[in-house]
């Protein structure tokens, strides 16, 4: 069925502020999901000071607390791998209301958890709620968004995140966990009640021959406007999706449509070809070899795997200040900054920022490093208070604050909305998100180690290396997708391997090699 409009009648067009906040309350049911997410990954952050060696209640070891530090990053792989599947099915905005459902339980069961068992089951699925939230947010915003507001949109979860951290942060100076955790409570909440005002996505409706509903949601998105405004882009996505309805493999092995018989073929068989065709082709591949490797340079260089027992390393530092006092400021730091951070990509594009963002942590984590090995003694410990040094510098709080600054500027979670093709985004994005939480146990996890076996100032030196190696990694490999359209960005990925620097002095190495 093609739909048929006329576009001949002409009506005003819409103002560029109508067409932001359109598609801006479209996508608020995925920033209060972001605001919950903000939420959950800090929410071990203030409950560990008050559990580690607690007198009475419950009660944690330093073991017990390197794990629970870590569990929801261990699970939320889990989530993230079920959330492509979920989204694929469901569409981008039914997903957006499922992914709350978990995260209430997860919620309650933090609140009511009365012995360890029940604490760890309620950090682990709060985890696996994480995770089934990154593809239904991503795929959505990304979608929805024309290409000149899309990075401004995306980085506005980032944002939402940010205010969940902070918010986090403050809950912990004000209140207990308990009732931080039923606090909490009202973010998934409102994110249901705002998906009522949402609509599905115009891609993943083209996707499905749903040209009528697709056509409406457009119309929507682009400031509650007529058919007739929205011609041209319209016509856009129908080329960019037209090809969707039809077998990938037929489209992977040029035959002609008419002529497929996979439908009739053996079901196993034919889901393999697809995942072959759909996730093995070099449009995936090579963005998602991207995405992960940025991940991993990303939560590697600093920030993530202190976050857990950053309060008590305040004080093995020998910060000057409350340590939760400073953790709020991390949290108030990183939201001033990704608020920023939405006008500098405009500015200064992606590219720009993500080398900018992992250099400075590189650098920050290394004057750390250099800062702990002077001035700490080898018996200090962030999991014991009574090692903590008693002489107090503001040097350390500047060189957190700016680790915090850098890493704020990091955006590998923008370009999950963008640099996948449709087939394979939803997948892609979940693999992605996996692979982030996968960095982020290990890093959790792995930090006593590091302090336990190279000191405060070996495990900062780690992590100025991964910072130092994902710069150079970042210069070649990562494309500038600012104000590009989904298409365009696909294109980038075919053909041969492209190396992205293009600056003076890589274009000198070039002449030179010519």
Excluded at 343 to 350: C, P
Aim: proline share 4%; hydrophobic share 50%; aromatic share 12%.
């Amino acid at each position: 069925m093609v739909l048929k409009v006329d576009f001949e009648a002409q009506t005003p067009t819409v103002s560029r502020l109508r067409s932001i906040t359109s598609q801006f309350i479209a996508c608020l049911s995925s920033y209060l999901l972001l605001l919950d997410l903000g939420l959950a990954v800090n929410f071990s952050t203030i409950m560990m000071p008050a559990l580690l060696n607690a007198k009475e209640g419950l009660s944690l070891t330093e073991t017990q607390a390197s794990w629970f530090g870590s569990m929801s990053f261990l699970t939320q792989p889990a989530g993230a791998l079920m959330s492509g599947p979920i989204v694929d099915f469901f569409g981008r905005r039914r997903a957006n209301f499922i992914s709350n459902i978990p995260i209430l339980v997860a919620w309650i069961l933090m609140y009511f958890s009365w012995n360890l068992p029940s604490l760890f089951a309620g950090s682990a699925l709060l985890g696996i709620s994480l995770g089934i939230m990154e593809a239904p947010i991503n795929s959505y915003v990304g979608e929805i968004s024309d290409p000149s507001v899309r990075g401004a949109l995306c980085t506005v979860t980032q944002f939402a995140a940010s205010l969940g951290i902070l918010l986090m942060y403050y809950l912990g100076t004000v209140v207990d966990w308990r009732s931080a955790a039923l606090i909490c409570l009202i973010a998934p909440v409102a994110s249901m009640v705002m998906v009522i005002f949402a609509p599905e996505t115009p891609v993943w409706l083209l996707a499905r021959n749903r040209e009528k509903d697709a056509l409406k949601s457009l119309c929507k998105v682009r400031g509650w406007t007529s058919p007739e405004q929205v011609k041209a882009e319209f016509d856009g996505l129908n080329t960019y999706s037209k090809n969707m309805p039809k077998c990938v493999i037929c489209c992977n092995t040029n035959q002609e449509q008419k002529t497929c018989k996979h439908e009739s073929m053996n079901w196993f068989v034919r889901r393999i070809l697809t995942i072959r065709y759909v996730m093995f082709c070099k449009e995936t591949l090579r963005p998602l070899s991207l995405v992960i490797m940025y991940f991993l340079f990303f939560v590697m260089s600093g920030l993530v795997p202190i976050r857990p027992n950053m309060i008590n390393l305040c004080g093995a530092l020998g910060m000057t200040g409350d340590g939760k006092h400073i953790a709020f400021m991390v949290g108030l730091i990183t939201f001033i900054t990704t608020f920023v951070v939405i006008g500098l990509i405009k500015v200064f594009g992606k590219r720009k920022l993500s080398i900018a963002s992992l250099l400075g942590s590189a650098i920050s984590c290394l004057l750390l490093s250099i800062y702990a090995k002077r001035n700490l003694d080898g018996s200090v410990s962030s999991y014991d208070p009574s090692t903590f040094p008693t002489q107090t510098s503001f040097v350390p709080v500047i060189l957190l604050y700016s680790l915090t600054v850098f890493t704020g500027l990091g955006i590998p979670w923008v370009l999950l909305g963008e640099i996948f093709p449709f087939r394979s985004r939803a997948s892609a994005q979940g693999i992605s998100a996996a692979s982030n939480y996968a960095f982020s146990f290990i890093g959790a996890k792995t930090f006593i180690d590091l302090e336990t076996n190279f000191m405060i100032w070996g495990a900062f030196a780690v992590y100025a290396v991964f910072g130092f190696l994902g710069t150079i990694y970042l210069y070649f490999f990562l494309p500038e997708t600012e104000g590009k359209s989904l298409q365009e960005i696909e294109d980038m990925y075919k053909g041969e391997m492209r190396i992205f620097a293009d600056d003076p002095i890589i274009n000198c190495v070039r002449r030179c090699r010519r």
